[in-house]
């Protein structure tokens, strides 16, 4: 078992990068705190209980596909690159020329095209993914 703040801990000799990611997390862990319920359309995020619905159905989500879609919902409107993903979701312990990201979130879209009609993921070249907007 760590102590509070253990996970936090930096060594000396950091990468800028590797700071701006835990800046992130521990914004995201504070934010995560409250009760708070996300939306996009029909679609719902309960960032408390970390679950999914669809116009008050239940999305069943494997845990990858949970963290892509909350840090998506907590970030709509602005575009999240891979790398913020891997960050977040994986925590530095994927290849970042691995493909998973990618077949998580085709996966994800899967399951909400499914449910919603259509895919409120959208890309945005060289910028990453962005939450919201209905097919057209």
């Given at each position: 078992?760590?102590a509070?703040?253990a996970?936090?801990?930096l060594?000396k000799?950091?990468?800028?990068?590797?700071?701006?990611?835990?800046?992130?997390s521990l914004?995201?862990?504070?934010?995560?705190?409250q009760?708070?319920?996300?939306?996009c359309?029909?679609?719902t995020?309960d960032?408390r209980?970390?679950?999914?619905?669809v116009?008050g159905?239940?999305l069943?989500?494997?845990?990858?596909?949970t963290g892509?879609?909350?840090?998506?919902?907590?970030?709509?409107?602005s575009?999240?690159?891979?790398e913020?993903?891997?960050?977040?979701v994986?925590d530095?312990s994927?290849d970042s020329?691995?493909?998973?990201i990618?077949?998580h979130?085709?996966?994800?879209r899967?399951k909400l095209?499914?449910?919603?009609g259509?895919d409120p993921i959208?890309?945005r070249?060289?910028?990453?993914y962005?939450?919201?907007?209905?097919e057209a």
């Open positions: 078992m760590n509070p703040g996970n936090d801990y060594a000799l950091f990468h800028l990068a590797e700071l701006e990611a835990r800046i992130r914004t995201l862990r504070q934010f995560t705190q009760d708070v319920l996300l939306s359309g029909g679609l995020f960032t209980s970390r679950t999914a619905a116009n159905q239940t069943t989500l494997t845990r990858k596909e892509i879609l909350g840090y998506l919902m907590v970030h709509q409107g575009p999240v690159s891979q913020a993903l891997m960050d977040h994986w530095n994927v020329f691995s493909n998973s990618r077949v979130i085709s996966a994800l899967k095209r499914a449910m919603l259509y959208r890309n070249i060289g910028e990453g962005l939450m919201g907007g209905e």
